[in-house]
């Protein structure tokens, strides 16, 4: 086996053709990965920004060694909280008010720089040539924009790029971004012009965005325009390693990553379900008991709102969401004949975090979470590599001259003085992108993740349950259709919870269907196979060292294997 031999899955062909690149070149599935999360920026801009959040979960083949890197940039040290409050009430407001420090390049040069084998330059080359050459739009794309015309429209930088003669994109027609282009080719210039060796030059690539003329442009666009980003921010940003949360499911260990995102509620969801048993997720059937995965969801969203925040805030440690007794807590507390409409946290101290009812604005289930994309690569050598790369190009302003859309991420932080997730200088908002590992008797098995805001729980859950609990194979696993509920407080401002609904594709039976609505479930039908439940991509080895890949037809993914 070598890194010629690979799986790879992506949220678009190019950054998978981008991954294959580089492992043909010889390299390995970090340098493929970060080639196609810098490409997915560029093909996928309304969901993911080059200058947006990049949190990475990856397995070095060597060693075995298990990391991830956070990629959320933290709220610039002139955030006030109060002032926000007393602004713009609980939630942060759209615009350039809720840019936090962008992180995506950063976590891309630290994992390519402490495991990759490849330049900067080498990595960005398919996303420079798609941004400069141009891509054909594609349904999402056009679909998003079109859909959220109204916010593309306030900011005129942003509309030159995303509605020209002042519409949407159309599919088929060929999407430019010429200033992106130039952005990244001024980090490839910085690293060609830099004297040393590989890790020198990725630095020189570094500095360029984040103490020279990128950073330039982005902060004196902010001084200009009442934003709070300084170069003292961008200077100072450090990504940060942080660790892993390792948890058995079935007979195979799930690496989730931490409380910074809701890696630490994936882990917890994993935990109860593991805890239950196989015959207790199934019914007699050999179905998904969904109304018991719903309530674990539910109890599990329910511990985030009271418990999960930037870790260096937290005021319980997020081990204690995995401990056997709390576990069993919260499993006790599920009727096996009723919903609970939405339940209250786990009994630990904690805040009670307020939360909105629907105060007239589209309901986020009606929208859906399109933003985020994904990256999964396993290489023959056992190097794994996972990523989720996010940020909306809607919500903010494109920073003129630069075609970077700097990440909006401090919309999952709140207004509210004193609330556990309130904006602070120097905090990070809590990521809902949690991408995954999974090992199998110690050797790489999975590396899976999904876009989808509140949903990617619930999707990835889903999928692991139909391969290991009903033995159903990737492509089928991914295929079946997907409930999901939103019965809590939404991560992304304005925070609305949804007692009791849940959102099914229609293709779900109608017997299934008509045993929730029994038991109190609010249902509501999503189309078949959309988007809004999510978008897997997964790569996968088996014992014997078989790859194999599979990238959700409800998104624009692809994926490939050479075995």
């Known amino acids: 086996m070598s890194t010629n031999n690979f799986a790879i899955a992506t949220g678009h062909p190019i950054a998978t053709e981008a991954a294959e690149t580089m492992l043909r070149a010889s390299g390995n599935a970090i340098d493929a990965g970060v080639a196609a999360g810098l490409a997915l920026g560029v093909v996928h801009p309304e969901l993911v920004s080059v200058a947006g959040v990049a949190p990475i979960i990856l397995r070095d083949g060597k060693t075995g060694r298990i990391?991830?890197?956070?990629?959320?940039?933290?709220w610039p040290k002139a955030a006030n909280v109060e002032w926000f409050h007393k602004n713009f009430g609980d939630s942060v407001p759209e615009g350039i008010l809720r840019t936090v420090v962008p992180a995506a390049p950063a976590a891309w040069i630290r994992a390519l720089s402490e495991f990759g084998t490849m330049r900067f330059g080498d990595v960005a080359a398919p996303a420079?040539?798609?941004?400069r050459d141009g891509f054909p739009v594609f349904e999402l794309l056009s679909e998003f924009v079109k859909s959220r015309h109204r916010e593309y429209q306030r900011f005129e930088s942003t509309a030159e790029i995303f509605l020209p003669n002042g519409k949407p994109p159309v599919v088929g027609e060929t999407f430019v971004q010429t200033d992106l282009a130039n952005s990244l080719q001024i980090m490839v210039d910085a690293e060609r012009n830099a004297k040393g060796d590989r890790k020198a030059g990725l630095a020189a690539a570094r500095a360029a965005f984040y103490e020279g003329e990128i950073a330039q442009r982005i902060t004196a666009f902010h001084a200009e325009n009442g934003g709070l980003l300084t170069m003292e921010d961008m200077a100072s940003y450090e990504v940060r390693e942080e660790t892993t949360f390792p948890v058995k499911?079935?007979?195979s260990e799930i690496?989730?990553?931490?409380a910074w995102c809701q890696g630490i509620s994936m882990a917890e969801t994993l935990t109860m379900l593991e805890k239950a048993g196989k015959e207790r997720i199934l019914t007699p059937d050999g179905d998904i008991d969904r109304h018991f995965l719903l309530e674990v969801l539910k109890r599990v969203f329910a511990d985030r709102e009271a418990f999960v925040t930037d870790p260096d805030y937290m005021k319980v440690d997020p081990a204690s969401l995995l401990d056997a007794s709390f576990v069993a807590q919260r499993l006790a507390t599920i009727s096996e004949t009723r919903s609970d409409p939405m339940p209250a946290p786990g009994d630990m101290e904690h805040i009670n975090a307020p939360y909105r009812n629907n105060a007239g604005e589209t309901p986020e289930y009606a929208?859906?979470?399109?933003?985020?994309?994904?990256?999964?690569?396993?290489?023959?050598?056992?190097?794994?590599?996972s990523a989720t790369p996010s940020d909306p190009s809607s919500d903010t302003q494109v920073i003129p001259g630069t075609g970077l859309s700097v990440s909006s991420r401090?919309?999952?932080?709140?207004?509210?003085?004193?609330?556990?997730?309130?904006l602070a200088p120097g905090k990070r908002p809590r990521l809902t992108p949690n991408p995954i590992l999974g090992l199998k008797d110690g050797k790489p098995w999975l590396a899976m993740g999904t876009p989808g805001g509140d949903i990617q729980i619930q999707a990835m859950a889903q999928v692991l349950i139909h391969m290991m609990d009903r033995g159903?194979?990737?492509?089928?696993?991914?295929?079946?259709?997907?409930?999901?509920?939103y019965a809590y407080p939404g991560s992304f401002a304005p925070h609305i919870a949804y007692p009791n609904k849940v959102l099914y594709e229609q293709d779900l039976p109608d017997a299934a269907i008509a045993e929730l609505q029994a038991r109190g479930h609010d249902m509501e039908a999503w189309p078949q196979q959309t988007w809004k439940a999510g978008g897997i991509c997964v790569a996968m080895s088996d014992e014997n060292g078989n790859l194999n890949a599979f990238?959700?037809?409800?998104?624009?993914?692809?994926?490939?294997?050479?075995a």
């Open 67 to 74: 990391t991830s890197y956070d990629g959320v940039g933290v």
């Open 128 to 131: 420079i040539k798609a941004a």
């Open 249 to 251: 499911f079935r007979d």
């Open 255 to 258: 690496y989730c990553c931490g």
């Open 367 to 385: 929208r859906g979470s399109a933003d985020t994309s994904h990256v999964s690569v396993i290489d023959g050598d056992g190097n794994m590599f």
């Open 410 to 422: 401090g919309s999952q932080s709140r207004a509210i003085p004193g609330h556990l997730n309130a």
């Open 472 to 485: 159903k194979g990737l492509k089928e696993a991914i295929l079946e259709p997907r409930v999901s509920s």
């Open 551 to 562: 990238a959700d037809p409800r998104r624009a993914g692809t994926a490939t294997v050479n």
